[in-house]
């Protein structure tokens, strides 16, 4: 790598697929502009593979890639573009083990319930592929998340389905109104760079230090905050009650991907509420055979089959599943609740689906039905419920005509819950957990009981400044009134407004609209906006960015996915994520079943335009520049001519969408005049691909309909899964004429 070179990342699931296709485009068009783009695994599997050398032979061995793009982001060159990632759950790391296992590779099996310290040491070397792994590595930087015009327009001119609201919708967000998150934070300003400890002191004087030493820096943010089971536990049992009443749908809504140490543990509460009997009567062996309700009801009920009682204890959660409320269902075909995996709900984009469709999910028979969406912590869970009455009073969105919200985002250097993990604990003993400073000062105490989950957040100065920055730069450039969504009544969220006032000052910022908010009063007066086909920017910390623009894209465009996403880095880098949805999983099996992608890769084409603007103001390469300007000039014609994939056997799929891509792109860069050797470069190109239109798309269409082998789902084999996704020789014969 130089200090100029486009990183593109090789990922997991559809997104994956997709590169097969896409990046050989990419790779040969920018090379004849003279730019590199190179690859670095950043997959699920690679990452395992990449973390466990010694187990393996001299051939397997990967190198570390995300540690190394990790120390890329902070070099002023940096230029990478991120697609999205499996968060892995335990059975997903479980079952890409077993993948990799199968195919030779001695990696060693996941400790369920570590014993020995040799286990407990396996287990932490496992928690660096576990859940959200990649992101907090990457984003350096803040977030500027927004739906280009080009983008907004279509969504306007081709509006999505959106299901009508009812003003009897039942449906309503259950949340905490005390021992929460929310409720019990503390929070303080750092006086001097240093270090805390946090400790446990329990009721008997014994101090269990849980973290020794974490680095702090002058001017940093850190608050503590308390999960009280005990008041958890009682409030689920209520709301179990509620649903039962209400004849809704039970449903709960976490992150168990991203908050990967406390939200599983809450999951495991949910289940524990919903089965009070069988846990009274079976808890104690279940514990026994490893059987933890962290991971869900499908994998207690996939261990009870090895169990000698495990039919009793089966039919012990069976009376009490027909004894509750109807569950919400993942799958309701194949009898997938809302509680069998803790990753198969996540909140982000779970709300907005419900919120699309009437306020309704998915019943146990199948139909579409009410629903309670239970989101424990109070932090953030207003917001949706503010959003639920205001589709209840005035009916759904109207994707035509509705204004929208882009998003900056306080994201950069792990900031707030996202950066909590490795100070999230599950309080062993009742007692006080304290965070003391390095002269013996204790800066912020909060009582436990065993079982309560601590944790603590740290949002670094120097973020919080850009993040400032960041906001004036955006409300500027785009004229925009811009919402800082925080909430005086929290600790963390009133030493921010004391911070933001502070900084809005060194701007000038005459003639802009910008205004601090409550999220629940943001919400509103950004809902109220958006019905007049107004614009506000939300200016929020880094959860409400992961949530909002999930939120507000679904509604307004019908996915996150069409989302230009920029993280500007810190030390002048630029980082580039594809969209802000996810990978799709779903899209995978349908290219297995039927070698049909429905993938759009439009995200990719988004932060690739993005990607070589920015590289060329680093570098001063014109070149970039038209590359970047022919590629948003084809994709507003792919767009126009509506040429994303549909869903189905028999349209154009993600292939096609890139070979039309690929023709738009080379006849703009054959049409432009501000570089002329590149135009005749690529002339004869557009007019290969023009002339072959219908054969190409014919030989595109030829293969759908039978079964595709990829040879693996977390580890594909490479010359299977290129075969699959590049299958027209007119197409590839032609690419190849460019080198
Ligand atoms: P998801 O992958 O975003 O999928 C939800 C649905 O959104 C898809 O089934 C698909 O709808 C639609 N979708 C998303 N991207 C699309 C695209 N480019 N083209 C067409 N449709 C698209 O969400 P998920 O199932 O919640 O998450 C799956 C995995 O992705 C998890 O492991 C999660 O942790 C991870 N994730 C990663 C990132 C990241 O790396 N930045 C972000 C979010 C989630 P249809 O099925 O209706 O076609
Ligand atoms: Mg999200």
């Known amino acids: 790598m130089t200090d100029s070179t486009i990183i593109y990342t090789h990922t997991d699931e559809a997104p994956l697929l997709a590169t097969y296709s896409l990046l050989p485009v990419i790779q040969s068009y920018a090379s004849a502009a003279g730019i590199e783009v190179e690859t670095r695994d950043i997959s699920l599997a690679g990452r395992i593979i990449a973390n466990f050398p010694e187990y393996l032979e001299e051939s397997q061995r990967i190198g570390d890639a995300l540690t190394e793009l990790g120390e890329m982001t902070q070099l002023p060159g940096a230029n990478i573009i991120k697609l999205p990632n499996i968060s892995a759950s335990v059975p997903q790391l479980k079952a890409a083990i077993a993948e990799l296992q199968s195919k030779g590779y001695a990696i060693p099996d996941f400790p369920d319930d570590p014993k020995t310290d040799e286990e407990r040491a396996l287990r932490a070397r496992f928690g660096v592929v576990l859940g959200s792994a990649v992101n907090p590595v990457l984003r350096e930087g803040n977030s500027d998340r927004r739906a280009p015009l080009s983008v907004k327009n279509f969504a306007k001119a081709h509006p999505h389905r959106m299901g009508a609201w009812s003003k009897d919708s039942k449906t309503n967000v259950a949340h905490m109104e005390a021992d929460d998150f929310c409720s019990t934070e503390q929070s303080f300003v750092v006086a001097s760079d240093g270090t805390l400890r946090i400790e446990l002191v329990a009721a008997d004087g014994t101090i269990t230090v849980l973290r020794e030493s974490v680095p702090v820096l002058e001017e940093e943010v850190i608050d503590s905050s308390v ?394 390469n014109a070149r970039a520049k038209v590359l970047a300007d022919t590629l948003d000039r084809a994709t507003g014609t792919y767009l126009n001519e509506d040429r994303g994939p549909s869903r189905a056997v028999g349209g154009i799929d993600n292939r096609g969408s890139h070979f039309y891509l690929a023709l738009y792109w080379a006849q703009e860069l054959a049409r432009q005049s501000d570089d002329i050797e590149l135009a005749l470069a690529f002339a004869p190109l557009a007019e290969t691909l023009g002339a072959a239109e219908q054969a190409i798309v014919a030989e595109l269409i030829a293969v759908q309909g039978a079964p595709a082998d990829i040879g693996g789902y977390y580890r594909p084999e490479e010359s299977l899964v290129s075969a699959v996704m590049r299958p027209s020789a007119t197409f590839n014969a032609a690419l190849a004429t460019l080198g």
């Open 227 to 620: 999960m009280h089971v005990a008041a958890l536990h009682e409030f689920l049992t209520r709301q179990i009650t509620r649903a039962k009443e209400e004849n809704i749908l039970f449903s709960v809504h976490l992150k168990a991907t991203m908050m990967k140490v406390s939200d599983p543990i809450i999951f495991g509460h949910v289940i524990r509420a919903f089965f009070p009997h069988t846990f009274a009567t079976y808890g104690a062996a279940l514990l026994a055979a490893g059987l933890n309700p962290n991971n869900g009801l499908g994998a207690i009920f996939e261990g009870l089959a090895t169990l000698a009682d495990g039919p009793a204890i089966r039919a012990a959660f069976d009376a009490e599943l027909a004894a509750g409320p109807r569950l919400a269902m993942v799958d309701s075909d194949r009898g997938i609740t809302n509680l069998h995996v803790p990753s198969d709900v996540i909140v982000d984009a779970s709300m907005p689906a419900m919120i699309r469709q009437s306020g309704h999910m998915w019943g146990p028979d199948g139909k579409e039905s009410d629903a309670l969406a239970v989101l424990p912590d109070s932090s953030y869970a207003g917001i949706y419920q503010v959003t639920i009455d205001d589709c209840r009073a005035n009916g759904a969105f109207d994707p035509a005509t509705m204004g929208t919200v882009p998003n900056v985002g306080l994201m950069a250097q792990a900031a707030e819950e996202y950066g909590s993990h490795d100070k999230t604990f599950e309080v062993p003993t009742a007692g006080v957990v304290q965070v003391v400073d390095g002269s013996g000062a204790v800066k912020l105490r909060q009582d436990v009981e065993a079982g309560d989950i601590f944790r603590m957040c740290q949002t670094k100065d120097v973020a919080i400044r850009d993040w400032v920055k960041l906001a004036v730069s955006r409300a500027r450039l785009s004229m925009t009134p811009a919402i800082f969504w925080l909430d005086p009544s929290r600790a963390h969220d009133a030493n921010l407004i004391t911070k933001v006032e502070r900084y809005l000052l060194d701007y000038d910022t005459d003639g802009l609209d910008i205004s601090i908010m409550t999220p629940e009063d943001a919400t509103k007066r950004s809902l109220d906006r958006i019905r007049c086909g107004e614009d506000t920017i939300s200016v929020t910390g880094n959860v409400l960015r992961d949530y909002l623009t999930d939120l507000f894209p679904i509604m307004e465009l019908g996915t996150s996915a069409k989302m230009l996403s920029i993280v500007p880095l810190i030390n002048g880098g630029g980082m580039f994520e594809t969209g802000a949805g996810g990978s799709a999983p779903k899209h995978v099996q349908q290219l297995v079943a039927e070698n049909y992608l429905r993938w759009d890769s439009l995200g990719e084409f988004l932060a690739l335009a993005s990607s070589f603007e920015h590289y060329s103001q680093i570098t001063g």
